[in-house]
């Protein structure tokens, strides 16, 4: 038991970590800025920030949201990132492998799911925020995904042909479904970076599971659109980034489609 709560704790804070790194994509990639390079700085006043104020969580109370030099207040999606980067961790871990439990049965293969499907769920945060805020997909965050799970199909599914060409028509289809709703809208019903966002997900997810992802995102997308229009913050007509919506399907199609797809077939039948 205690061990289990020290590993949870430390996979938490590992997250939270990588959530203030993620930070650091989400303000650098739309502005072109450098990421490998260069402390993190304040947007406003342009000083560095020093290592005890970039303290994921901790330090956005310490200063309580507030810049140290010229007291500018850090946007709320620092914290946010953060914390839903250290829960999300925890749930790949734990519900997607339940690493804990098999901790002394791990395999090659075992372990290059579990980097496979953290790098996915941080990109698909990335991808989340940054086309919420500037309703882009940048292409630097979705091909190296694209790339690793094309290297998982090969590397680990070349005894199960079916499995990489599930995979496959799944990308495909669920690309070209999106493409064609972005022809027929031209452009104005979905990004193109929707669409090759759409081809990682069937990628990832295979059949059914990428209807399941889909159903989610547009279901999801059509409830917030309804209330941004309701409460006056959207016009009936004005395009909302679609991004977010897929990136959120994705993440719940990985760590609970199967359940989902399961209570769906008993509700219909």
């Known amino acids: 038991m205690i061990l289990s709560v ?52 901790i330090s956005f109370v310490l200063l309580k949201g507030r810049c140290r030099f010229c007291h500018s207040p850090i946007t ?15 749930l790949i871990l734990n519900f997607k492998f339940q690493i804990f439990n098999q901790f002394l049965n791990l395999n090659f293969q075992i372990v290059f799911d579990l980097v496979c499907y953290l790098i996915l769920a941080w990109a698909l945060i990335v991808i989340f925020f940054i086309d919420l ?10 091909y190296p995904i694209v ?10 599914s070349f005894n199960t042909g079916y499995l990489i060409l599930n995979t496959f028509l799944s990308a495909v289809g669920a690309s070209l479904f999106l493409l064609l709703i972005y022809l027929v809208t031209k452009g104005k019903g979905m990004g193109f970076g929707d669409v090759k966002l759409a081809f990682l997900m069937g990628l990832v997810l295979g059949f059914p599971k990428i209807v399941v992802a889909f159903y989610l995102a547009f279901l999801t997308g059509a409830f917030v659109g309804i209330i941004l229009i ?22 719940i199609s990985v760590l609970w489609g199967e359940k989902i797809l399961s209570l769906a077939l008993k509700v219909l039948l």
Do not use: M
């Not at 203030?20 to 993190?40: C, E």
């Not at 914290?79 to 250290?86: C, K, Q």
């Not at 790339?147 to 680990?156: D, E, M, Q, T």
């Open 230 to 251: 309701l409460g006056k913050y959207a016009k009936f007509g004005q395009k909302i980034a679609f991004g977010p919506f897929l990136a959120l399907s994705t993440i």
């Open 6 to 57: 020290f590993f949870v704790f430390v996979v938490f804070v590992f997250g939270l970590c990588v959530g203030s790194f993620l930070n650091v994509l989400i303000y650098r990639l739309p502005r072109g800025l450098g990421f490998v390079k260069g402390r993190s700085f304040c947007p406003h006043c342009k000083r560095k920030i020093n290592w005890f104020d970039n303290i994921p969580l």
């Open 133 to 142: 805020e500037h309703q882009i997909i940048p292409d630097e965050v979705v």
């Open 76 to 90: 709320w999606r620092y914290p946010i990132v953060e914390l839903v980067t250290g829960l999300i961790t925890l």
């Open 147 to 156: 790339a690793l799970f094309l290297l998982k199909s090969v590397l680990f």
